[in-house]
Structures are given as C-alpha cells and as structure tokens.
C-alpha cells in the first residue's frame, strides 16, 4: 500500500486545493459581515444592495476556495450572497410588475383614444 | 477598443454574475421606464416597495430623481435629492476605472486589496452611513 493517499477530487473552478489564511502570506481576512449587511438591506430596503452583495460573495467566495482570504467567514459570506441573490430577484419582479403596470396603463390610453376617435366620427 | 465580449469577461472575473448584471439592467430599464412616464405623462412613478407598503422612504429613494439630474449633467441637485446615490454612482465609476487601469499596470499585493473592508466595523461604517443617509432622506420627504 503506498504511503501517500490519494488527492481528493476538486471541484471545477478549483485550481488547487484549499490553503489554511496566512499560508501563502497573502490571505486577505474576510468580509463576511459586511457581505451580509449589504444582503439583508437588499432584501428589506433596496435591491441594489443586494446586487451588490452577491458580487461581494461571489469574489470572496472564489477568493476562500483558492485560499486567498480567511476561509472562516464562510458561513456569513455565504448567507449574505444569498440574501444578496433574492435581494435581486425580488429587483427583477419588481421591474417586471412595472413594465407590465405601464404596458396595461399605454393599452389603457391606446383603448381609450380609439374609443373617442370612433365616438367622435360616428357622431352626428 | 475593448469589446462588450471583453467586458463581460472581465466582470465574471471579478465574481459579477450574470444574474447581477440581470439585476443591473432591470434597476436601469426600471428608471429609464420611470423617467419616460414621468417626462411625458407627468405622473411620479415609485419604484420603492420599502415606499409602497411602509408609506416612509427608504434610504435610496430618490435615487430615479437623481438619476435623471445626472442624466441632465446636475451633480449638485442630484447629490442633494440623494447624496448617497451619488457616492455609489462615482464609486461604481471610480471601480470602473480602476478595474480598467490595473488591468495595465502592475498589481497590488492580494492582501493589501480590500482588507480595509474586512472586520465588523465595516459593517458598522456602512450601517452608520446608511442611516445617515436615510435620516436625510427622511427629513427631506423623498
């Protein structure tokens, strides 16, 4: 049997594997506070927080995987990042109910001037 | 020239997903749609739900206001309507810039680049300038 175990897998986008902070003597501490601040005030307050908040996550995320920042503010990057997603998607709901309120509001004004046009040549 | 291709790219790099930029785009076609109603059928549009169900602003609102006095090229009035706002807007431009030239010269330390960010009392600046912000907001009717 050999002396030396098999690597594990890593995952796609994993160059190699995970390095404990301060290993290399460039990992960066984390932002997992802040990334979970910006999560919460994009859901409850305004989405652009949270666009915000999922780009933050996303880098500091890719940044623990290859062991460039602190690895323990994993949990709160992670946590803000997704509240930084739905922060954003409930963007993207509110956007769409407005474009269809102002299409039914144009159709509405559209209905409404042809009824009149047709009222007005029908006259006496 | 750099392309749209080129920018895109870089952006994924620089963790902004697909979805974020989706986020983006929807926020811009949101004010773009607001301003247009507001220009030509002179209704005020609020794009806020914080607004809508609360019935008090929330600390970015104002932000499709200052928006278009951006679009007019009136930073002054447009800082007054939501200073804030303004700071992020220069903030993206200034990322923007920067995100550009580093590209082209030599890089910082990986250590050095945003750990001034890290530590709860980021969070806590940020808290503090949120609702400062919002009691501006708040006093000033947005």
Known sequence: ?124 | MISGRAIVHRLHEHGVSTGAMLGVSAWAVAVLAAMLVERFAGQEVTLCVFKRVTGSPCPMCGSTRATALLARGDVGAAAVMNPLFVAVVAAAIVWGVWMIVRARTARRSRAARGAWMSGPWAAAALLVVVGINWAYVLWRGN
């Open chain 1, 1 to 124: 049997m050999s002396q030396y175990s098999t690597p594990p897998s890593l995952p796609p986008g994993m160059p190699f594997p995970p390095t404990q902070p301060g290993m290399l003597g460039q990992s960066m501490p984390h932002r997992g506070v802040l990334v979970l601040v910006l999560g919460i005030l994009g859901i409850i307050m305004c989405g652009v927080f949270g666009v915000i908040a999922w780009v933050m996550g996303n880098r500091d995320v890719n940044q623990m995987q290859v062991g460039r920042m602190d690895p323990s503010g994993r949990g709160l990057t992670d946590a803000g990042r997704i509240c930084g997603i739905i922060g954003t998607v409930l963007l993207c709901l509110q956007v769409a109910a407005l474009l269809i309120w102002l299409l039914f509001i144009v159709f509405v004004i559209a209905v409404a001037g042809a009824t009149a046009a047709g009222g007005a040549r029908g006259g006496p």
